[in-house]
């Protein structure tokens, strides 16, 4: 698992908190934004597959996030499906594409399951830490009843 992996999640994650605070116009536009930098950072080929990678994996979260967020409040139960799965989803996108572009078909599925796990990881932690701050910060009538 390289800082990569781990920053691609983290990407992933912070483009749903984004679109929360901004709107979906904005990180449409820092999608776009996204990919043009990393033709500035990165070998051709490198550059190509990361373009690809990060513009359908973004676009593939919002998808996902935006139709399970619009039945949740921040730090709920269905927030947290939402990033969750929207985060899979995204590095599921993310990893095939980046991988088989950057290092040729068929993909590499050892490579491929560590950077998924990865990318996971980074989501599953989002969710946990902010799931936390939302319970410090939100006033106990509207927390969702404890499970018996």
């Known amino acids: 698992m ?16 984004l679109q929360d605070l901004v709107g979906k116009a904005v990180v449409v536009a ?7 930098l990393s033709f500035a950072v990165a070998a051709p080929q490198i550059a190509v ?25 921040f730090g709920s139960r269905w927030w947290a499906v939402a990033v969750i799965a929207s985060g899979i989803v995204g590095a599921l996108v993310d990893t095939a594409l980046f991988i088989g572009i950057a290092f040729g078909w068929p993909i590499d599925w050892p490579l491929a ?5 990865g990318k996971t990881l980074v989501s599953l932690l989002f969710v946990v ?6 319970r410090v910060v939100s006033d106990p009538a509207d927390r969702e009843p404890a499970r018996a």
């Open 113 to 117: 399951l560590g950077q998924l796990i």
């Open 49 to 73: 597959a990361s373009v690809v990678a990060f513009t359908f994996a973004e676009l593939a979260d919002l998808i996902v996030y935006t139709r399970i967020r619009a039945r949740a409040s």
């Open 30 to 36: 820092v999608i776009v934004v996204g990919a043009v």
């Open 129 to 134: 830490v902010a799931k936390g701050v939302s």
């Open 2 to 17: 390289t800082v990569g992996t781990l920053a691609a999640g983290a990407a992933l994650v912070l483009r749903d908190l």
